[in-house]
């Protein structure tokens, strides 16, 4: 089960999906009437077309509007800047002294290119509640991962 927390930045970021779709939604309406009256549907390209293309349209609409419903935007907790919560920027030193970065964020953003991790994973899940120089144990298919934290930022990424 998903956790229903997300970031405020990733609830507008669904909001804005929501109201592209209504607008391309419209638009392949419009194109899906003029290929219907084209003729036989049975051996129309076009009108196929944009009837797939309409329900997957319908289809991301009715998830994003369910979803919407489900989600709770968080605010960072500025009580305690130096522990990990949800919406953090976590740095952490890995056994082997290599460094990565994971910011802790809603099921619905995660991006592994970004290093987002959704706050429902095994490492958020470790990470959450530490402060900077505790370590986190993390059980991995190929064994255990010991992170230490190193740093702690709330400031949303692209922001200072």
């Known amino acids: 089960m998903?956790?229903?927390?997300i970031t405020a930045a990733g609830h507008r970021r669904l909001q804005d999906e929501l109201k592209q779709r209504w607008k391309l939604r419209?638009?392949?309406t419009v194109a899906l009437a003029a290929a219907a009256a084209?003729?036989?549907?049975s051996e129309n390209a076009e009108y196929i077309y944009r009837k797939k293309q309409l329900r997957e349209i319908d289809r991301r609409i009715r998830y994003l509007q369910k979803r919407?419903?489900?989600?709770?935007?968080v605010v960072p907790r500025?009580?305690?800047p130096g522990k990990v919560f949800f919406g953090a920027t976590v740095t952490l030193?890995?056994?082997?002294?290599?460094?990565?970065?994971?910011?802790?964020?809603?099921?619905d953003e995660t991006d592994a290119d970004h290093g987002w991790i959704s706050v429902d994973s095994p490492v958020?899940?470790?990470?959450?509640?530490?402060?900077?120089?505790?370590?986190a144990v993390v059980r991995t298919p190929s064994g255990k991962r010991v992170l230490t934290v190193i740093a702690v930022d709330y400031n949303e990424p692209g922001k200072t």
């Open 93 to 107: 030193e890995e056994e082997v002294g290599s460094e990565v970065t994971y910011r802790i964020v809603g099921a």
């Open 38 to 41: 084209e003729g036989d549907r």
């Open 26 to 28: 419209r638009e392949v």
């Open 2 to 5: 998903r956790s229903p927390y």
């Open 78 to 80: 500025a009580d305690n």
């Open 124 to 135: 958020a899940r470790a990470l959450l509640g530490k402060a900077i120089d505790d370590e």
């Open 68 to 73: 919407l419903d489900e989600v709770q935007p």
